[in-house]
């Protein structure tokens, strides 16, 4: 299934690539800033207990599976599997009106 993009197409697609590479380092760039201070404030108040690196942890989980996504890492879940679904539901919703 090959889809003819015009030039505005390639734009917007374009676009929003680089909004979606953007919004990954602005939660990486909050994720490194947050959790340095969560270090911070956990070796300040109580040093005998680390507790910081669980949100470190599952927020860099977050954080790997959204870059992972942005630089499509899996290109089974891509742009292409995404088109794809659409246009099987869509015949799929054209044959169901057809009946």
């Known amino acids: 299934m090959e889809m003819n993009f015009n ?9 929003k690539k680089v909004e979606n ?9 909050a994720f ?3 959790n340095a201070v969560l270090l911070f404030i956990n070796l300040y108040t109580s ?22 996504k942005v630089f499509e890492v899996f290109p089974a879940f891509g742009k292409d599997w995404e088109e794809r679904k659409i246009k099987e539901f869509m015949e799929k919703e054209k044959q169901n ?3």
Do not use: M
């Open 21 to 29: 590479i953007k919004g990954f380092y602005g939660n990486l760039i």
């Open 97 to 99: 009106q057809n009946k």
């Open 47 to 68: 040093p005998q207990y680390l507790w910081f690196y669980w949100p470190l942890f599952w927020w860099g989980i977050g954080v790997v599976f959204h870059g992972l």
């Open 7 to 15: 030039e505005q197409d390639r734009y917007f697609l374009a676009k």
């Open 32 to 34: 490194v800033i947050v």
